[in-house]
């Protein structure tokens, strides 16, 4: 206890009170905002693990990013799947597309378009992004008469 804090003889020239003071909200509240820091700080420090590339190489996973236009070289907005996964994406208008959370390992990933697509193998590290570059998108639907 502070020198401030302390009780004074004068507060006593009547004997002692039937009830001292008690500090114990004082201190049981301390330790409820030490408690609370601390358990934001490890929410805090456990969310910039998750998001940072050690997490995705403990984890075993990495993403893959590239382009996709058609056989003139237009791109193409394209759907893009990893097979064997619930991970898909959508392309960009400009034709570019990335998918975080690919797990490692060797992967196919298809590529659709107007209901007609095709597979692309691809080889993941874990913890890294694997660049497709542009994939070309030939079409195999004939046109209807």
């Known amino acids: 206890m502070s020198l401030e804090r302390s009780p004074s003889l004068d507060q006593f020239k009547d004997g002692m009170p039937d009830k001292l003071p008690d500090h114990k909200k004082q201190r049981n509240f301390r330790w409820v905002l030490v ?20 997490a995705a190489v403990m984890s075993g996973t990495g993403s893959i990013s590239g382009s996709v236009a058609d056989e003139k070289g237009k ?44 597979e ?19 079409s195999t639907l004939e046109p209807q008469e």
């Not at 408690?35 to 050690?54: E, R, Y």
């Not at 193998?121 to 542009?134: D, H, V, W």
């Open 35 to 54: 408690i609370a820091i601390l358990v934001i700080g490890a929410g805090w420090g456990a969310m910039s693990f998750l998001q940072s590339s050690t």
């Open 75 to 118: 791109p193409v907005a394209a759907q893009i799947y990893v097979l064997g996964t619930n991970i898909s994406g959508q392309a960009l208008e400009d034709g570019t597309f990335s998918l975080e959370g690919v797990p490692a390992g060797q992967q196919t990933i298809a590529i659709a378009h107007q209901g007609s697509g095709f």
């Open 120 to 138: 692309v193998p691809a080889q993941i590290r874990s913890g890294e992004n694997t660049l497709l570059g542009q994939v070309q998108y030939i």
